[in-house]
């Protein structure tokens, strides 16, 4: 995405000017790219010499670096911690992670000019680890699409706990951490490094492989919501265990099938599959088990980009239901996942559910996002013209019906961006 994202203010739009030395960076214009010149000036350099832009994170490597000559090594103005004193856990690196670190270390040599100053293969290695240890997902100006990392030092030193009571968010190219609630004096600040909506098994699995630490909090510790995202139907004619177990495993067995086909862009394949499984698990499984969520949120992500927004709308109100029973109220993947739920029953003309659907969203990124944020200030214009649309459908159906005919005939529904496995970047960088 580097030539349709402002390598400065993180705009996604087409038709962004080149830097005409490197031709690898985008800008919005003159402004942007005279604000990241500061930035870009020896990249631009190195990226010539070097014939390519090397991968995020040895274009990060060099970044720390220069910003090191810059302004001097340990700890800036308002910094309370100098990269240099920040976690790498190279000793905890597998065989295969550490063949990923050296390849990256050589590329880095290559790519360093020669007539910058020159550091140990020890230290680039410490850096590159801090990297993977403790990077930020860079998202696009309205936070829907990854396109970098970022090193943010004070963040580092925010702990992980599953249940938090802050979340971080990248907001105008700053991060900002904000609180969920209220946060009594003296209590710790905590943010979730990963996304909630995994068994507690899982979730401990993916903190010990990325941060190397074995997650202590109590909803990990408890199980807690493990018996919801695996719960089965809890009426009269029980389903058996077995039978429970067959319907967990087809689901699995689907989602490789589901994750094939849309890497390959087969997306009615991807439809078909999840009606398929969708039939075996709605006798056989809650609504707040995992393995049905899932498949609801790619069924309504999928039936929504090929515009059959009527189908589309009953899986997501069925997702956000089950959402809505596990996740913590003011969760910004929550938020998100509502505001798309609304969006997809306003295009489906059911506007009473889709702007109430919006206005919870809207609540929920008031929290999360703040009203500054991009994406807030999009859902309060919808919330808006929903409301407006609320108000014309109570008034009179079918001149409202009939009214958004006339408008759907004469001004055809965009095309919505494809399909992607993850919807929401996940703001704690992933190892590649």
């Known amino acids: 995405l580097t030539h349709c994202v402002c390598h400065s203010c993180f705009k996604r739009q087409e038709n962004l000017q080149r830097c005409g030395q490197c031709k690898f960076a985008h800008y919005c214009d003159r402004t942007c ?35 090191i000559e810059r302004e001097g090594g340990g700890q800036t103005e308002g910094c309370l911690v100098s990269v240099d004193d920040l976690q790498s856990h190279i000793e905890d690196f597998d065989s295969e992670e550490k063949n990923g670190l050296m390849e990256d270390v050589q590329t880095f ?96 699995l993916q903190l010990k492989k990325q941060y190397y630490f074995d997650c202590t909090c109590e909803h990990c ?13 809890d009426e009269e004619n029980k389903p058996a265990e077995n ?30 599959l999840c009606r398929e499984c969708l039939k075996r698990q709605e006798p056989v499984l809650a609504d707040t088990n995992i393995y049905m969520l899932r498949i609801l949120s790619i069924a309504s992500e999928v039936l929504s980009y090929l515009q059959m927004f009527e189908e589309a709308a009953e899986n997501a109100k069925k997702m956000v239901d089950g959402y809505l029973k596990i996740y913590h109220p003011n969760n910004a993947q929550l938020g998100m996942s509502i505001m798309r739920a609304g969006v997809t029953h306003w295009h489906a003309g059911l506007i009473e559910v889709g702007h109430g659907m919006i206005c919870k969203a809207f609540a929920i990124l008031l ?35 009939k009214m958004r005919e006339a408008a759907l005939s004469n001004k055809p529904f965009q095309v919505l961006e494809e399909p992607s496995n993850e919807t929401t970047p996940n703001l704690f960088h992933k190892k590649p």
């Open 33 to 67: 790219q005279k604000d990241s010149w500061v930035n870009h000036k020896y990249e631009c350099a190195a990226i010539k010499k070097h014939g390519k832009a090397p991968n995020d994170n040895i274009r990060l490597a060099a970044r720390i670096l220069w910003r």
């Open 109 to 204: 040599l290559d790519y360093w000019p020669s007539q910058s100053k020159q550091y140990g293969m020890q230290y680039i290695s410490h850096l590159f680890g801090v990297i993977s240890c403790n990077g930020f997902t860079l998202s696009d100006q309205r936070g829907l699409q990854a396109v970098g990392v970022g090193i943010f030092p004070n963040l580092c030193l925010v702990n992980h706990d599953c249940w938090p009571n802050c979340t971080v968010i990248f907001n105008n190219g700053k991060i900002e951490i904000r609180a969920l609630g209220k946060i009594n004096k003296g209590e710790e600040l905590s943010v979730s490094y990963v996304d909630f909506l995994n068994l507690s098994e899982e979730r401990r």
């Open 221 to 233: 510790t408890k199980g807690t919501k493990d018996d919801l995202l695996l719960a089965a139907k």
């Open 243 to 272: 039978v429970v177990k067959e319907v967990i495993q087809f689901s699995k067995n689907t989602l490789e099938k589901i994750d094939k086909a849309r890497a390959e862009g087969s997306y009615h394949e991807v439809v078909k």
């Open 367 to 401: 929290i999360t996002h703040g009203p500054s944020h991009p994406i807030t200030k999009d859902l309060e214009v919808m919330r808006g013209q929903t409301e407006m649309e609320l108000r014309m459908f109570q008034e009179n159906e079918f001149v409202y019906y």
